[in-house]
């Protein structure tokens, strides 16, 4: 699998601020990477330097081959980029603003396919400030989409929309993986980098504490599968057997955590077979577990740290 | 250049399609100018109200001369004159009337006709007199004694006449309020007619004249004044109140990074914006002399030369603009600004009313300001149709255009740092 972006040791400094500190990643062809973290973690700053929007303080940054820093034009005519907060002209309707990004590029893609694709024809005449949240970002996905690039940067794309919202955006984001795109996005949303991503880097306080695809980044720092089981000596007995790693919880549940799946289900296996009756429930872990243990906290729904 | 121009248009069409963009760009302007030329407009041109009372009378109907000098007066077209009574007594009449505002009287006295004639023979006995005087001096040499007894017998002969004549007082006497901020307008005029009079009485020849010719065809009034001066004020406001939040707004909302990390060039957003600016002139002044040529039948001269100026103009208001907005990341504070450089230069460069009714120091800091070549500039293109007068606005606003275009590169931030 080929390299679309390339990170060594990159850092980036405001004045005494740090925001992106030695951060080194990797991102591959048509793949979907999340870089996933609280607010003022350093997503934008690492993703705007990607962009060429941002010079780097030190470090290396290459996108689809060439250098940030001396080949900005090659990059910029090669990607597309939907900033975080995403604003188009408010005025313009979306076949125009659509048409802008197209102008500016020198380009002339078919229009209609594209809007279509992204559920958008219906919507073209209607101004770009009278649109719902989920569709604004829609078109901004679609104004990425014009130069027909390799690699596209979402800047937190479903940040502050409805859940309904959320799901559209999603479906496109796996739409663009379908077309053979490279998706970059940034999020403080777990459950977008389980649903959506590959691979993901979790990063905070400008550096990358773990990166790696996104099953493995759970397998490895998720905690383990629990099995909880409400049951008398003889489940009690079986689950001391099965693994070091028990506990009892208050009602007489007792919780045994297991490194993967598969011992976790033997272990349900083993329980079902016992002539004790009991309820065994399985906990798979997430993302929300794998932050929790990596960083010892919890990013709630507007992206703080807590 | 097609960047440039896709972003002109967009531009354009976002700013056509905003109501409150549209209202404070043209509404607003068009408001004030009708509003302004009617209530200025009403005076063509400013005649001053003058009483004159007449005590010289023959018979029971004033002088010849008197009357002469009354209608000399009036064709002046300066003074809206009010004869009042002889029999009057004006001091007790001003003191009865406090509405008898500002008032300006000339008094014509008793003998004014007899006296002024008298006199004007003497003068003329002087003249000769003095010419005979001269002739003595220069030629006796080469007269003989009956020619030189003559002369003698002539020149007392003409002395004695001179003082049999009774040459009294023959002077008007003019009462004017200290106040008046007219009287020195009002006295120059009636010392010129003075001069005319004492110049046609003694017969001279004028050896010195002033040719007048006036400027423009027709009489000037108060739109004209105002026309050219809101078109430059208000493509001065659209530059620095607009651009400014325009530019600010379209960097907070994310617009600006949105273009940057397109192949988009820096130079190819500011020509955009330029552009943008220019054109809005344009439909301004368009707009604006329409208005004024339905409304107050102002017909101006529109050439190359007055579309270069509007165009160098809006370059220059909109760098600043573009300045003011790169600098300040909060809009309400990049408007603020935009209003506080704006409006105290829209009040002082004489946009709004002659700048010669502006404090001496505040003329000076008016001829600091740009906007004042521009409104001079543009009135003497459009009104007085001479473009070669407005070759200093020209040069001084080419000069701010070139600094500020710089100023708009050098600030306008393409990248982050
Ligand atoms: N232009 C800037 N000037 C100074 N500090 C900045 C700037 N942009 C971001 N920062 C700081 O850098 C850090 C990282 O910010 P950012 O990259 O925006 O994080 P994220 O996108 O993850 O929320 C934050 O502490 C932020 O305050
Ligand atoms: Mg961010």
């Avoid at chain 1, 089981?229 to 489940?235: M, Q």
Wanted: with cysteine; glycine share 8%; net charge neutral.
């Amino acid at each position: 699998m080929s390299e679309t972006v390339v990170v060594k040791e990159l850092t980036k400094h405001y004045g005494n601020i740090i925001a992106v500190d030695k951060v080194t990643f990797h991102v591959y062809e048509g793949e979907i990477f999340s870089l996933v973290g609280p607010n003022g973690a350093g997503k934008t700053t690492t993703v705007e330097i990607l962009e060429c929007l941002r010079r780097p303080t030190s470090g290396l940054a290459m996108v689809l081959g060439f250098d940030v820093v001396k080949e900005e034009e090659k990059i910029k005519r090669r990607i597309g980029v939907m900033p975080q907060d995403f604003n188009a002209f408010e005025r313009l309707t979306v076949l125009e603003n659509v048409e802008l990004i197209a102008r500016i590029y020198g380009v002339k893609p078919n229009l209609q396919s594209l809007l279509e694709e992204l559920g958008l024809w219906h919507v073209r005449k209607r101004r770009f400030m009278e649109l719902s949240g989920g569709m604004k970002r829609r078109v901004g996905i679609c104004m990425a989409l014009v130069n027909d690039p390799e690699l596209l940067f979402l800047d937190e794309p479903t940040t502050g929309l409805d859940p309904q919202g959320r799901k559209e955006c999603w479906d496109v984001i796996r739409k663009l993986k379908k077309m053979g795109k490279t998706v970059f996005l940034t999020t403080h949303y777990m459950e977008e980098v389980e649903k959506l991503s590959d691979r993901a880097a979790i990063i905070v306080n400008g550096k990358i504490k773990a990166i790696d695809k996104v099953d493995e980044l759970i397998n490895t720092h998720g905690g383990g599968v629990k099995v909880c089981v409400k049951g008398g000596s003889e489940v009690e007995r079986l689950m001391r057997n099965l693994t070091r790693n028990f506990r009892h919880e208050e009602e007489g549940r007792i919780v045994g955590v297991f490194s993967n799946k598969q011992e976790a289900l033997k272990a349900v296996l083993q329980l079902y077979n016992l002539n004790e009756e009991c309820r065994v429930e399985v906990i798979e872990p997430n993302m929300n577990d794998v932050f929790l243990r990596l960083v010892g906290g919890r990013i709630d729904e507007r992206g703080e740290l807590v | 250049m097609n960047q440039i121009l896709a972003i002109f248009s967009a531009l354009l069409k976002n700013w056509v399609r905003s109501k409150s963009g549209v209202f404070f760009s043209f509404l607003f302007p068009v408001m004030l100018l009708l509003i302004f030329g009617t209530v200025f407009g009403g005076t063509e041109s400013v005649r001053y109200r003058l009483y004159v009372q007449n005590f010289d009378f023959e018979n029971g109907e004033p002088t010849d001369l008197s009357r002469a000098f009354i209608n000399a007066l009036n064709s002046t077209g300066a003074f809206e004159i009010t004869e009042l009574s002889p029999t009057l007594n004006v001091t007790a009449y001003v003191e009865e009337n406090p509405s008898f505002s500002s008032y300006r009287i000339l008094i014509i006295p008793k003998d004014f006709q007899r006296s002024t004639i008298n006199r004007s023979i003497a003068a003329k006995i002087s003249v000769a007199t003095g010419l005979l005087g001269y002739v003595a001096e220069r030629y006796s040499k080469d007269m003989n004694e009956t020619m030189i007894n003559e002369l003698k017998t002539g020149w007392i002969a003409l002395n004695q006449w001179k003082s049999s004549l009774e040459t009294g007082k023959n002077n008007l006497l003019l009462l004017i309020d200290e106040g008046d901020t007219a009287a020195p307008v009002i006295k120059g005029i009636i010392y010129s007619v003075v001069n005319a009079f004492n110049n046609r009485l003694i017969g001279t020849e004028e050896v010195v004249s002033v040719e007048s010719k006036s400027i423009v065809e027709r009489k000037l009034k108060a739109a004209d004044y105002y026309l050219p001066g809101y078109i430059a004020a208000f493509i001065m406001t659209n530059g620095v109140i607009g651009a400014t939040s325009t530019i600010s707004e379209y960097r907070r909302n994310g617009i600006v990074k949105r273009l940057a990390a397109t192949p988009l060039s820096k130079a190819s957003w500011i020509m955009g914006n330029i552009l943008q600016q220019a054109v809005l002139a344009f439909m301004l002044t368009a707009i604006m002399i329409g208005l004024g040529w339905i409304v107050f039948h102002v017909r101006v001269h529109l050439d190359v030369c007055a579309l270069l100026l509007i165009f160098t103009g809006a370059v220059a208001f909109s760098c600043v603009g573009m300045v003011l907005g790169g600098i300040i990341r909060d809009v309400e504070a990049a408007s603020g600004a935009g209003n506080a450089i704006a409006f105290p230069m829209m009040f002082l460069s004489g946009a709004f009313w002659p700048i010669e009714m502006m404090p001496a120091y505040l003329q000076a800091i008016a001829k600091l300001l740009p906007l004042y070549y521009f409104h001079e500039g543009l009135r003497d293109i459009m009104i007085h149709k001479s473009p070669g007068s407005a070759a200093q606005a020209f040069l001084v606003l080419a000069v701010f255009a070139i600094v500020f275009l710089f100023l708009a590169i050098k600030i306008t931030k393409w990248k982050e740092l």
